[in-house]
């Protein structure tokens, strides 16, 4: 974009950041010590990014030009929370497996892995706490050493992410969505072994079940889906 050249003194602006409402800093800078272009260096700092912003003159008028440069580490804060979603078709004689539990049904889903909807969800949701990648761009469904694999691979790989990064499991929420079959009786099951898969003690690990009340393919007994919230705490 361009604008006026600002006359006659020259300045580096450091920007406040959007929690503060007072006016911008200035402080002069040496001409002397700027190219024939009469450089003008705004810098603004936020999140931990450090954000310039430089303008050039050009006759009567300037080329504003943004960059973003890592002078800074990366924020590393206390608490982090993540999301997750999942969803698969059923389709007739395939495994319906659920948190690395075989599920009895006349159907399972649909997938390239073993089409755990609950694992990939909890894999997503500490994926997206840490600002990766989502599960479909670690773990491709075009590459085909995932054909058919346990979600189980996906699901300490995502632990493992986590203790790199410096962060255990505060607790995790996750809601289960299906017509059928009733989960009540595989509910424990489940919830064990994925607190055995994230290293996790069973009072942070809370598993729900829903139905859809008959609405859509997952009222119809034809998709199973999943949501999961993580909250993961600085070690």
């Known amino acids: ?15 406040p950041s959007k929690t503060r409402a007072s006016t911008p800093f200035l402080s002069p ?17 936020e999140f931990g ?14 080329e504003v030009q943004t960059k973003r440069s890592s002078d800074k580490p990366r924020v590393s804060p206390p ?8 969803l698969h078709r059923l389709e007739p004689g395939l495994p319906l497996i659920i948190g690395g539990i075989n599920i009895p049904h006349d159907r399972g889903c649909e997938a390239h892995s073993d089409g755990d909807v609950l694992l990939h969800c909890v894999v997503d949701a500490i994926l997206g706490a840490l600002g990766l990648p989502d599960i479909g761009q670690i773990f491709p469904d075009s590459d085909p050493k995932w054909r058919g694999a346990e979600s189980s691979v996906f699901m300490r790989e995502a632990v493992k992410l986590m203790h790199e990064a410096g962060y255990e499991l505060g607790n995790l929420d996750a809601t289960l969505i299906l017509q059928r079959p009733k989960l009540s009786p595989h ?19 809370n598993l729900k079940a829903k139905t859809h009340e008959k609405v859509d393919s997952l009222g119809e007994n034809r998709s199973i889906a999943a949501h999961t ?7």
């Open 79 to 86: 608490f982090r929370v993540g999301h997750g979603f999942d």
């Open 49 to 62: 990014r450090r954000v310039e912003v430089r303008c050039h003159a050009m006759n009567s008028a300037v």
């Open 187 to 205: 509910k424990e099951s489940i919830r064990a072994n994925l607190c055995e898969l994230l290293g996790a003690d069973p009072s942070v690990v």
């Open 1 to 15: 974009m361009a604008a006026l050249l600002p006359t006659p003194s020259l300045f580096t602006t450091k920007f």
């Open 29 to 45: 800078i040496n001409p002397l010590s700027l190219t024939n272009s009469r450089s003008i260096l705004w810098s603004s700092s």
């Open 229 to 235: 919230v993580v909250l993961l705490i600085k070690k």
